[in-house]
């Protein structure tokens, strides 16, 4: 995930490159930014970043102006966050879709918000849907440790609870492998974000439960793990 910061005054945009590292630290996540000065300089780039938080109002070119460019070429596939001194132009930006409305100087706690609905823990509100016994269970992925095959079905192991489900192992690989999981044995997919140790051989899950890890796979996992964690 890659964010452009643009603001005309050095020290707005020093709080909010301070603001991220503290985000990519506490988060654990890998975070890249750049910083431009002007929004003629960030317009050539626009292509590169996923996520743009901009002053409002600079001296070349407002923010609205620059925003309403971004929706007309990527639609909602960019994200905008908008920085200001003047609450009262907030109205002024619902054309243009905007993610967060932060006022100056830059609260850390809301930033945090705001990037954590975008990026940070998208785990945090996500969620799995499968069909169990007649009926759809929608599980919070972060709710989930592990997920084991048995006797051809599917067992959703939950810290205290699990759900029978009828889809095959490879699918909810293929559904869960970009927020976090990784199969670590012909029968387990894991959830990496609910892993307290791991070893050559064993698991441990938050819970204190713990399965086997296969031997030829454990490198590629350790890699996984590392990069998942930042």
Same mark, same amino acid.
């Given at each position: ?35 431009? =000065? *002007?929004? /003629? ?9 996923? +996520?743009? %938080?901009? #002053?409002?109002?600079?001296? &070349? ?63 945090? =509100? *996500?969620? /799995? ?9 929608? +599980?919070? %992925?972060? #709710?989930?440790?592990?997920? &084991? ?64 890890? *296969? ?16």
């Amino acid at each position: 995930m890659k964010i452009a910061i643009c603001d005309d005054e050095n020290i707005w945009l020093d709080s909010v490159v301070t603001v991220l590292e503290d985000y990519s630290i506490e988060r654990k996540l890998d975070i890249e930014y750049q910083s431009f =000065n *002007s929004y /003629l300089l960030l317009e050539p780039k626009t292509d590169e970043f996923d +996520i743009f %938080i901009m #002053d409002y109002q600079t001296p &070349e070119i407002d923010g609205l102006t620059f925003a309403k460019k971004i929706r007309e070429k990527y639609g909602d596939k960019k994200t905008i966050i908008f920085l200001t001194s003047y609450q009262e132009i907030v109205y002024d930006t619902f054309a243009v879709r905007v993610h967060r409305f932060l006022i100056k100087p830059v609260d850390k706690a809301k930033m945090f918000e705001a990037l954590d609905a975008v990026i940070g823990t998208s785990n945090l =509100n *996500s969620t /799995l849907s499968v069909k169990s016994d007649g009926k759809v269970e929608i +599980i919070p %992925i972060r #709710d989930i440790l592990y997920i &084991e095959v048995a006797d051809k079905e599917c067992y959703i192991c939950l810290s205290e609870d699990q759900i029978v489900c009828h889809k095959p192992i490879s699918q909810l690989e293929d559904e869960l492998v970009s927020r976090g999981f990784f199969r670590t044995h012909r029968t387990y997919l894991v959830n990496m974000g609910n892993i307290r140790s791991f070893d050559a051989k064993t698991i441990e899950f938050s819970n204190g439960e713990t399965i086997p890890m *296969s031997k030829r796979r454990y490198k590629e996992f350790c890699s996984a793990y590392l990069d998942f964690n930042g």
